[in-house]
């Protein structure tokens, strides 16, 4: 009997970390749609320095997701004050722009990749890079789970 309660729960878990992981796959592939299309725009119609365009476009990009996640991904999840919670974001969203924009910025100016579609491909790897530490850093110290939030609506 106790192993069926011990698998309930654990696909109990994945569901709610499958769900979790879709909405912010939402609010983060709108993210990743922003953050390019500034990110050309600048770099086509300014004479702005390629990774000040990217972390430009990052921080546009940022300031999206966090309406996204804070009323749409992770809108169970709010029992601190906003204040600290933007803070907290702030935070692990400076640390993500310096990983994506770190990717560009090595290939860029170290090895001397571009071209437009090769900082395209590499802003994207950045972001990948970005994307992994910011689910973790988000749903892990921002948008916490207690153990008073019930881990499904």
Same mark, same amino acid.
């Given at each position: 009997m106790k192993s069926r309660t011990g698998r309930h729960?654990?696909? %109990? +878990?994945?569901r709610s970390l499958s769900v979790e992981m879709a909405k912010f796959g939402a609010v983060g592939g709108i993210g990743v749609i922003v953050n390019l299309l500034v990110f050309n725009l600048l770099r086509s119609h300014t004479g702005l320095p390629v990774v000040?365009?990217?972390? /430009? @476009? /990052? @921080?546009? @990009?940022?300031?999206?997701? #966090? &309406?996204?996640?804070?009323?749409?991904? #992770?809108?169970? +999840? +709010?029992? +601190?004050?906003? %204040? %600290?919670? &933007? &803070? &907290?974001? $702030?935070?692990? %969203? $400076?640390?993500?722009? !310096?990983?994506?924009?770190? !990717?560009?910025? !090595? *290939? *860029? #100016?170290?090895?001397g990749w571009d071209t437009p579609l090769q900082e395209n491909v590499f802003k994207f790897t950045g972001i990948a890079f970005a994307t992994l530490f910011r689910f973790w850093s988000y749903r892990t110290w921002v948008f916490r789970r207690t153990s008073l939030v019930p881990a499904t609506r």
């Open positions: 729960a654990a696909r %109990s +878990r994945l000040r365009c990217g972390m /430009t @476009a /990052t @921080a546009v @990009a940022v300031a999206c997701n #966090y &309406l996204g996640f804070r009323y749409f991904a #992770y809108q169970d +999840r +709010r029992q +601190r004050r906003q %204040s %600290s919670e &933007l &803070l &907290l974001f $702030a935070f692990f %969203s $400076a640390a993500g722009l !310096v990983l994506e924009n770190g !990717v560009l910025f !090595v *290939t *860029t #100016y170290g090895m």
